[in-house]
């Protein structure tokens, strides 16, 4: 099953509540290397973002994202595990999952 | 040869244990969809139900049931599908050969009780669903255990089924490095089941099935002392329910209880349960409460009650699992055993951590011990905030009649 795994920073964030957690470089060479990640990136935040809209074939631009989120997306990685189980474990060793937080989206399947 | 006015009964019996494990094989064999398993499992009970009366019951039932299910879902999935691809599958389940013999059917009730208690899913979803798929208990049943309307329920059962799909929550049982987490979130959420039942004489049959599955979970689990413990803790407490309200609904203490009401047999039982478990030396909480409960259980009087073992019980709780409530037991027991005074500064050391201020039977624990040792102003204080806070009148009365001397 492929997840997207919207890494996201967490506005409770207390100093220190990621202490001892992995380290992102080995995180990234062991999924890498398992094939558990296809792909994944930071992201700029917010303030950088741009919203689109096509209202009346009018494109809308907006600056900055769609609504007031309280989780700031700060980056994405799109996962193929055998299960929610796998795609658990893949998040809790991912060194946002103890500073910030971690949001796991399961794809629509690809065959209709 | 059967009376046939005893097939119905039978097939009850049948139902109460063969449920689950209908349910469990038929969705392995559905390929994970919960709805058509469970309306399969249903449909063999109806057919069971009209045929068996005149047939007489099968030297195999659970054969029989499962046969018949899955000849449903076939003939399910072949209408439903006009897809080349779905067929071809339909037509190799259909291939499989039948179960000869009940003995034969693989035993799957475990992976469907860690799949129903997966911590993905929210908590009243987890109970919801142990009480359909492994209780067997119908959507209305569960709504009036829970008084909540039907519809509600039913949705609640519908999105968590769902979800199970969608987030691909996996059907089976946890592998061994994760279930030090998923094990007691299982048991966790059958003792919830058990509590749900215990304070309300309406909801018996939640501690029924809380009991029941426990069973079924230290049969399947044998080598997992904190199942022992829990089923133990529960037939423990289970066996103390006659005796526990009095014939106006009142609550009785323990101290006060009649104990030629308590379930003796089950006493025994949940006491030695408790000691095999502990045997294995790898305590937990629910042995550990459990232990404290055949403490209670096995006294023939409340003034002959071991209180020093019930105090390094409650320790070694307090080290394993620290709260503020395992902390006001503990000093609780130490009232018991070493007098209120000895108790007293550890309440009050409680209540600094204001982490209890909020919970009833702080103040009532409180006020009981200042009452003992003759500080009847301050004990009236607390048992007036304790009244405020008491969430049922069984338990305002009882406070009420300790404030008024008699």
Known sequence: ?112 | MLVTSAVPDRIAGIYADGWSRIVATMIRFTGGDWDLAEECAQDAFAQALQKWPASGIPDQPLAWLTTAARHRAIDRIRRASTEAAKLREVAAMDLEPPYPDDSEIPDERLELMFTCCHPALSLEAQVALTLRSLAGMSTAEIARAFLLPERTLGQRLFRAKQRIANAGIPFRVPPAHLLPDRLPALLHVLYLLFNEGYGDAQKVRLCQEAIRLARVLTALMPDEPEAHGLLALMLLHDARRPARTDAAGDLVTLDEQDRSRWDQARITEGAEICERALRRRRAGPFQLQAAIAACHATAPVADQTDWPQIVGLFTELARIAPSAVVELNRAVAIGMADGPEAALPLVDAIAETGQLKDYYLFHATRADLLRRAGRGVEAADSYRAALELAPTDAERRFLRNRLQPH
């Open chain 1, 1 to 112: 099953m492929k997840y997207l795994m919207l890494v996201c920073t967490d506005p409770s964030y207390t100093p220190g509540q990621e202490e001892g957690a992995p380290d992102v470089v080995d995180w990234l060479e062991e999924m890498n290397g398992k094939g558990v990640r296809l792909m994944g990136h930071r992201t700029r935040p917010a303030s950088d973002a741009t919203t689109v809209r096509v209202r009346n074939h009018q494109v809308l631009l907006t600056d900055g994202p769609w609504a007031e989120t309280k989780d700031q997306i700060a980056g994405f990685d799109v996962l193929d595990c055998a299960d929610l189980d796998e795609a658990i474990e893949v998040a809790a060793k991912h060194p946002m999952a103890w500073a910030g937080m971690i949001e796991l989206r399961p794809f629509w399947p690809e065959e209709y």
